[in-house]
């Protein structure tokens, strides 16, 4: 398995600001993968972080909005931009660590915009 | 599309009540099936994994059996405890090399002493 250290925890946040979401895996991973859950909700995949490449959006999510970044093997951030009370939930990111292998969740980042 | 179908919540039980959550698959090939949970205030946790027809995951008492026939994988536990109340989310992950995780809307677990 990895261990996941998602950064911040929590936060409140004003609207229209931006807010970046920092995702440290103890080991190298191919595959990262960021994830919405809105209250009460389950989780709505925003995007697969590979890297060396552009992040690939899930129908719904755009670059803009939800800028990726993928430096290495072993980090990634997702930054909401120009943030509204719709942004409010949970985002969590999560790693596979082998083909055809469950993935590894963090602990997730509590978003509260208002 | 691929998809998950779970049993809505709450399920409130007491302790040492016999657990059962129900999901359901639909698929167009043969995925991994995965049960997590996520306690409160926490992310999700993997809890049991299936990876091909009649497989039985289990972990923590919990067990759940890969059903290709009904496209099934209910969830049981033979006694909760209160510890155990927690969401729990039912998943597939097509074997296509392309790892997108499907999940189920979660059911939500409420054991009382």
């Known amino acids: 398995s990895a261990v996941i250290s998602q950064k ?13 979401i920092q995702c440290q895996v103890d080991s190298q991973v191919t595959m990262m993968f960021w994830y919405r859950q809105q209250p009460g909700q389950s989780l709505t995949l925003i995007a697969t972080a590979n890297q060396g490449s552009e992040a690939t959006y899930e129908s719904g999510f755009v670059i ?13 951030t997702l930054t909401v931009s120009n943030m509204s009370p719709e942004d409010s939930s949970i985002y969590l990111c999560s790693v596979e660590v082998g083909l055809n292998q469950p993935q590894h969740f963090g602990d997730g980042t509590r978003l509260s915009i208002l | 599309g691929d998809s998950v179908t779970q049993m ?10 016999f ?11 043969y995925p991994s099936l995965f049960w997590y949970v996520q306690y409160p205030g926490e992310g999700l946790q993997l809890l049991l994994k299936a990876t091909k027809a009649d497989d039985k995951g289990s972990n923590k008492g919990f067990e759940a059996t890969y059903r290709k026939e009904t496209t099934s994988f209910h969830l049981e536990k033979g006694s909760v405890q209160v510890s155990d109340s927690a969401v729990y989310f039912c998943a597939l992950l097509m074997n296509t090399g392309f790892q997108k995780l499907v999940f189920g809307t979660g059911t939500r677990l409420l054991v009382s002493p």
């Not at chain 1, 911040?8 to 970046?20: A, F, H, K, M, N």
């Not at chain 1, 803009?64 to 990634?76: A, C, E, Q």
């Not at chain 2, 657990?19 to 090939?29: D, E, F, H, K, M």
């Open chain 1, 8 to 20: 911040p925890s929590r936060d409140i946040c004003q609207r229209g600001t931006s807010l970046t």
């Open chain 1, 64 to 76: 803009d909005k939800f800028p990726i970044s993928r430096p290495n093997l072993t980090f990634s």
């Open chain 2, 8 to 17: 809505e919540g709450p399920v409130t039980l007491s302790e040492e009540a």
């Open chain 2, 19 to 29: 657990l059962t959550i129900n999901c359901t698959y639909t698929a167009t090939g």
